[in-house]
């Protein structure tokens, strides 16, 4: 099964959208997800602090800041 990650923090307007595209598809493509906030976590916030939201597929990013459904379902499926 595939493993979806996405490094968000409190109050990412863009991040809810992404974990909500996310969590939409979620069932039908059948993988894990897993929602890691950077806020407590001065190594992650360092590293991903101004791209948040930060999708990863089996732990190599994927996209920042938004998600496209279609590239990501493709992704998925590969």
């Known amino acids: 099964m595939r493993k979806v990650t996405v490094f968000s923090r409190t109050g990412c307007h863009l991040c809810e959208i992404a974990i909500d595209k ?12 897993e929602i890691k906030l950077i806020d407590a976590d001065a190594e992650l916030e360092k590293e991903f602090g101004e791209q948040v939201p930060v999708i990863m597929i089996d732990n190599k990013i994927h996209d920042y800041w938004r998600v496209d459904l279609d ?8």
């Open 22 to 33: 996310i969590n939409s598809i979620k069932d039908e493509l059948n993988f894990d997800l």
């Open 71 to 78: 590239r990501f379902s493709k992704a998925i499926k590969s």
